[in-house]
């Protein structure tokens, strides 16, 4: 995965990140959050001088309900 993630974003693709996803930042690496997940695909995007979506961006992209439309 560590590979995939920066080939697909280079690509043009969407990604997504977290522990259901991936447990490992690295080889023999266990993340500890989420979030230490997030801030390294962020790093990633950063050098390569691009943009990451919002949570807002992210569930508009997904059409999922979030806090602003919570379900009936």
Same mark, same amino acid.
């Given at each position: ?18 522990? &259901?996803? $991936? /447990? ?6 266990? @993340? %500890? ?6 801030? =390294?695909? !962020?790093?990633?995007?950063? &050098?390569? $001088? /691009? ?6 961006? @992210? %569930? ?6 979030? =806090?602003? !439309?919570?379900?009936?």
């Amino acid at each position: 995965m560590r590979f995939a993630l920066p080939l697909g974003v280079i690509m043009g693709g969407h990604i997504r990140v977290g522990l &259901e996803d $991936s /447990l490992y930042l690295g080889r023999g690496r266990l @993340a %500890r959050s989420n979030a230490e997940q997030v801030a =390294r695909i !962020r790093r990633i995007f950063s &050098e390569l $001088s /691009l943009d990451m979506a919002t949570p807002d961006e @992210a %569930r508009a992209m997904l059409d999922l309900k979030g =806090r602003a !439309r919570p379900a009936a």
